[in-house]
């Protein structure tokens, strides 16, 4: 198993540009999470899915969007970038059952200027 | 409003020794706390949990301690390895199916030969 997987690993937008955050996993995970970790700071959840077709808002989803159109991925979608969403982007998956207990990606480090 | 504080960033200790690692929150609805360690560069890994009906849980050289009168909990390893030296994150959810955990913002810990 890969587990989670994410891409790109890096990434340097200008302001005002959009870009889709890729996570895949493989373990057959219902639940999925995006996070986003500024420096210093703990993760703080943006969106979170518990199965295809299903999204709901975490703590920080202003300026992002997600779908999931099946079990495996769960895109983050950034329309304008800000500098503000300078951060590392952390995907997430569970089993329905354990939750709690979450599978991370390496995570995406994008930086806005 | 931090509802999980870590208010150690950083904690250096002599490898064979007791590395304790501490977290309070203030939120009484949380209900199940769990600890992710995270090397640079890597996603967090799960390392142990906690649910509110227990003061205790171990597992190998990891136990955590919980104190819900005191809304506190603890990381205790022992004994201390270098390879243990990574940032220690704290989280809580409020249980149940609602696996949306919040994050402290993490201790870094330093385990010297």
């Known amino acids: 198993n890969a587990g989670v997987t994410q891409t790109p690993k890096f990434r340097i937008l200008k302001i005002g540009q959009s870009m889709t955050l890729q996570c895949t996993q493989d373990?057959?995970?219902?639940?999925m999470y995006w996070y986003r970790q500024d420096p210093g700071m703990g993760l703080k959840l943006i969106y979170y899915?518990?199965?295809?077709?299903?999204?709901d808002k975490g703590e920080v989803p202003n300026g992002y969007n997600v779908s999931r159109s099946t079990t495996e991925d769960f895109p983050l979608r950034l329309e304008l970038a800000a500098p503000s969403q300078t951060s590392v982007y952390f995907c997430?998956?569970?089993?329905?059952?354990?939750?709690?207990?979450?599978?991370f990606g390496p995570g995406t480090r994008l930086t806005v200027t | 409003d931090q509802q999980v504080k870590q208010n150690s960033p950083s904690l250096s200790v002599q490898e064979g020794r007791i590395s304790i690692l501490n977290c309070d929150y203030t939120?009484?609805?949380?209900?199940?706390f769990l600890w992710y360690k995270k090397y640079p560069a890597e996603g967090p890994t799960f390392l142990i949990s906690?649910?509110?009906?227990?003061d205790k849980n171990e597992d190998g050289r990891f136990t955590v301690f919980l104190n819900k009168s005191a809304k506190h909990l603890s990381l205790h390893i022992v004994p201390s390895q270098p390879g243990d030296s990574a940032v220690y994150f704290c989280?809580?959810?409020?249980?149940?199916?609602?696996?949306?955990?919040?994050f402290g913002k993490g201790t870094l810990l330093t385990v010297n030969p």
């Open positions: 989280a809580a959810s409020p249980g149940g199916s609602n696996y949306k955990l919040t």
């Open positions: 997430a998956s569970s089993y329905q059952n354990t939750g709690n207990e979450q599978y």
């Open positions: 899915s518990v199965g295809a077709g299903i999204t």
């Open positions: 373990m057959n995970h219902n639940y």
């Open positions: 906690i649910s509110s009906i227990k």
């Open positions: 939120n009484s609805m949380f209900d199940y």
